[in-house]
């Protein structure tokens, strides 16, 4: 079992900077990959950046060169950050965290995912 939880969400002015931070517990050590996920209402949730627990990152092309995704892991804590800069009205958004695990079951490797309740982000123009 892994338990996800977002924060830094908030208002920031079209330009800005905003930095959200996603801390997962439990089993961590199950962890393979992290992501960040937006979603406005009546659209689909939309991948914005992943990150594995070795450092690789992949971007959305709407987030690719202005945010940053990380990671920093403790003994019993994994946490991811997305740094948000240049910010536009077009990013306001739920912004959401995901933690997918990878492990070994009687007939082979399963994934599960676990999600936070997410985050506001709202852009003013």
């Known amino acids: 079992q892994v338990y996800v939880v977002e924060s830094g969400g908030g208002l920031v002015q079209t330009g800005g900077s905003l930095r959200l931070s996603c801390s997962a517990f439990g089993d961590i050590v199950d962890i393979a990959t992290m992501y960040w996920y937006r979603q406005v209402p009546r659209k689909q949730r939309e991948m914005v950046a992943q990150?594995?627990?070795?450092?690789?990152?992949?971007?959305a092309d709407s987030a690719r060169g202005r945010f940053t995704i990380s990671r920093e892991k403790a003994k019993n804590t994994v946490t991811i950050y997305l740094q948000m800069n240049e910010m536009k009205p077009e990013d306001t958004a739920t912004y959401y965290c995901r933690a997918e695990t990878s492990e070994e079951g009687p007939v082979g490797p399963y994934e599960l995912d676990y999600w936070g309740e997410g985050t506001q982000v709202t852009v003013s123009s």
């Open positions: 990150i594995t627990m070795d450092g690789s990152p992949v971007y």
